[in-house]
């Protein structure tokens, strides 16, 4: 997984992905940037409930 800006490129290496390390990796985003937009598909770790929860709680 990973991000890109115009100065930034940050990635995750991951034997697996779930809702809780794609968490992890925007909370990181979020304390290194403050602000992000987020482009995502509909993966299932995308729109989880646990994930559904975390977008209302971090707008």
Do not use: A
């Not at 990973?2 to 992890?24: A, C, P, R, V």
């Amino acid at each position: 997984m990973g991000t890109l800006n115009s100065d930034h490129f940050i990635y995750e290496l991951s034997d697996k992905l779930n809702s809780d390390i794609f968490k992890n990796f925007l909370l990181r985003l979020i304390d290194q940037f403050k602000k992000v937009v987020i482009v995502i598909d509909h993966g299932p770790y995308h729109v989880s409930k646990n994930m559904q929860e975390f977008y209302v709680e971090n707008r």
